[in-house]
């Protein structure tokens, strides 16, 4: 599952292609298409991203699981984004490894379960 920061490399460098049937989240999709300027070329691109990737939408599995998560990290009295706790409690639902650049807030996901 490719994370937010990655997709965002992979558009810049123009190789989101042969990442062609990888997974990523609805959410990762907001975070990405947010900032993106003028509505026309958003649309496009979101269309686009829909067309190449395998989008993850939010499910009762994955509410659950990020509800799961969030209890066992607030019992810790550790916080994660809102964002961030729906991404990776998707990959953990849905069992994919996360692509990301930001390693402190999904190392440790397959724990929360």
């Known amino acids: 599952m490719i994370d937010t920061g990655v997709l965002i490399?992979?558009?810049k460098k123009r190789k989101l292609e042969?990442?062609?049937?990888?997974?990523?989240?609805?959410?990762?999709?907001?975070?990405?298409?947010r900032g993106i300027k003028g509505e026309r070329k958003?649309?496009?691109?979101?269309?686009?991203l829909e067309k190449i990737f395998k989008v993850e939408h939010i499910d009762n599995?994955?509410?659950l699981t990020a509800a799961n998560m969030y209890r066992k990290l607030k019992e810790n009295?550790?916080?994660?984004?809102?964002a961030d706790l729906l991404i990776g409690a998707t990959a953990v639902?849905?069992?994919?490894?996360?692509?990301?650049?930001?390693?402190k807030h999904f190392k440790d996901l397959r724990?929360?379960?």
Request: aromatic share 12%; glycine share 8%.
């Open 9 to 11: 490399d992979l558009y």
């Open 18 to 33: 042969e990442y062609a049937g990888s997974a990523v989240s609805v959410i990762t999709l907001f975070e990405f298409t």
């Open 42 to 48: 958003r649309v496009a691109v979101l269309k686009r």
């Open 61 to 63: 599995l994955i509410l």
């Open 77 to 82: 009295g550790e916080l994660l984004e809102d």
């Open 93 to 103: 639902a849905k069992g994919y490894l996360v692509w990301t650049g930001n390693i």
């Open 111 to 113: 724990s929360l379960e």
